[in-house]
Each structure stands twice: as structure tokens, then as C-alpha cells.
């Protein structure tokens, strides 16, 4: 298995919703990372976790919380947010620090 | 700030053409890893080719090839024998040796045409 899933593929959200995010791979892959993509612009990093311990925050809103319940699974939970924060989530994985491979993403709208 | 940048937002090319993207970086390291990263249309992020920077042989990926310039930090991307499949975003990026945050480019949009 060489792939990194996510769902949902799509979500759309009130700006009073609670939702989640998922990701899984299955690569035996120790680091974890979720990404925030804009239209037409590169990936920003959000969040990494090593060996299922948070190990980078780039400063992201507490709207945003992320959870590794385990070194499959990486979750965003979304509480509160805001139309600006409708993007595409993507989810990474990598063994060691020098490759990523990334999941097909989840589309986010938030009304 | 340690940049990468791609100074071509959008390129075209005829199928089975070749074509050239290009990308410089900025960095004070001496180890790093340079990627490059096609985005269809379906969005998933698809590693096309990597490049330690260790290593003067350019990195080859069947119809893809780089032209890594360390001295010039410059590391391009070339395309063979284009096809309507390599219609993407490319983005370049840059990694530390031991770090965990990958610098992307802003991308460039490629269309392949019939």
C-alpha cells in the first residue's frame, strides 16, 4: 500500500459546525504533515508530527486541531471557522524527511 | 528568507515536444533535497523527480530530467516527448537535509497541447 487516504473528499461546513478531517497510510511512514492549499497557489505547511508526537505548529488558529491517535492516522478538527479558511487540505506522509507523499486532499467550504 | 522561486507562472507546449521549467532557490546550506511536484487537475501532489544536492549527477525519471546548477542554485526541470497526461501545476521545491519544512515554489502551470 503506497497510498495516503483521505476523506472526505469534499465538506462543506457552517461557520458554526464542528467537523474532521482523516487521513491514513499504511507506509510504516513515522512523519505526518497536513498542508493548506489556496487556488492556484503552493501548499502551506500547518502542522508535522514525528513518531505521533506534534513536533511543528506554523502558528495556525486554535480553530484548528490536529490529533495522531496512532502512526496511521492523522486528524484536523475543525471547530469555528471562517469563509477565508475554505481550501484544499492536503495530508502528507514521509519516512525519514526527504521524500513526502501526499493524499488527494479534502476540499473545504465554509459558508 | 530562503526562497524558491519559478519565474514562469504558465508555459504550453505541442504533445511530443520538449519543455524546459525552470526554478531557482536561495539557500546558505551546503546537504539539502530539491523536489519537483506535478498537481493535476484531480489534486493529488505527485512526486515527478528528486535531486540530493550531494550528488553532481542530474536526477532522471524516464521523460523526466533535471538540470541541477548547485554553484548557480538554479534546478530545472526538463520534459521529453510531452504528453496531454503532463498537463499539471509543477511546483519546485527545497527541503534542509534535517529539516521537515519543504519551500515550495509559487508553480508553474503547464498545458500540454494536441
Known amino acids: 500500500d503506497t497510498e495516503v487516504t483521505q476523506t472526505p473528499k469534499h465538506l462543506v461546513m457552517g461557520m458554526t459546525n464542528k467537523k474532521s478531517l482523516k487521513c491514513e497510510q499504511h507506509?510504516?511512514?513515522?512523519?505526518m504533515y497536513w498542508y493548506k492549499q489556496k487556488a492556484k497557489k503552493p501548499p502551506e505547511l500547518m502542522f508535522v508530527y514525528s513518531y505521533e508526537k506534534l513536533s511543528i505548529n506554523e502558528s495556525v488558529p486554535s480553530r484548528f486541531s490536529p490529533e495522531c491517535p496512532n502512526s496511521s492516522l492523522l486528524n484536523l478538527h475543525l471547530h469555528a471557522l471562517q469563509p477565508e479558511d475554505s481550501a484544499l487540505y492536503l495530508c502528507a506522509s514521509g519516512k525519514g524527511a526527504n521524500v513526502l507523499t501526499f493524499g488527494a486532499g479534502s476540499r473545504l467550504t465554509v459558508l | 528568507a530562503q526562497t524558491v522561486t519559478q519565474s514562469q507562472p504558465e508555459m504550453s507546449v505541442q504533445e511530443a515536444e520538449t519543455v524546459t521549467l525552470s526554478c531557482t532557490y536561495d539557500t546558505s546550506e551546503n546537504n539539502y533535497y530539491l523536489f519537483w511536484y506535478k498537481q493535476p487537475p484531480s489534486r493529488q501532489m505527485i512526486l515527478v523527480i528528486r535531486?540530493?544536492?550531494?550528488?553532481?549527477q542530474n536526477a532522471t525519471e524516464n521523460r523526466f530530467s533535471v538540470n541541477f546548477q548547485k554553484a548557480a542554485k538554479s534546478f530545472s526541470l526538463k520534459i521529453s516527448d510531452s504528453q496531454l497526461g503532463d498537463t499539471a501545476m509543477y511546483f519546485c521545491a527545497r527541503l534542509r537535509y534535517s529539516g521537515s519544512r519543504l519551500t515550495f515554489g509559487e508553480g508553474t502551470q503547464l498545458t500540454v497541447n494536441p
Open positions: 507506509m510504516g511512514h513515522r512523519a
Open positions: 535531486q540530493e544536492a550531494y550528488k553532481q
